[in-house]
């Protein structure tokens, strides 16, 4: 059975960071590339990160130099590292797998995590 769990959030502090964690089960990672998306209240949901199998990278601007994206294949675990949060962060984040490359639609996604970051 093929999951993505999403693990991590929680309520911080603006400046703080967390490191959320997408432990993937049923699929091989090395396959598959990664993305994380959020939502916050009352918007759509958008990617904000992006690792390829191949390992390059994209970040949506609100993230860059800020957020990091690292995957280890031998834990099958895809992590965000999220720094210098800001109140403006705060939403429900979800992890993706998509074969290859970050394409729409995506082969695999979690239920989310929550971060809240307060002023």
């Known amino acids: 059975q093929v999951q993505l769990v999403e693990s991590g959030g929680g309520l911080v502090q603006a400046g703080d960071s967390l490191r959320l964690s997408c432990v993937a089960s049923?699929?091989?990672?090395?396959?598959?590339?990664f993305a994380w998306f959020r939502q916050a209240p009352g918007k759509e949901r958008d990617g904000i990160v992006c690792m390829n199998r191949d390992g390059t990278t994209w970040y949506a601007d609100s993230v860059k130099d800020r957020f990091s994206i690292s995957r280890d294949n031998a834990k099958s675990t895809v992590y965000l590292q999220m720094n210098s949060l800001k109140v403006e962060d705060t939403a429900v984040y979800y992890c993706?797998?998509?074969?290859?490359?970050?394409?729409?639609?995506?082969?695999?996604g979690g239920q989310g995590t929550q971060v809240i970051v307060s002023s």
């Open positions: 049923g699929f091989t990672l090395d396959d598959y590339a």
């Open positions: 993706v797998a998509k074969r290859n490359y970050c394409t729409i639609p995506y082969d695999y």
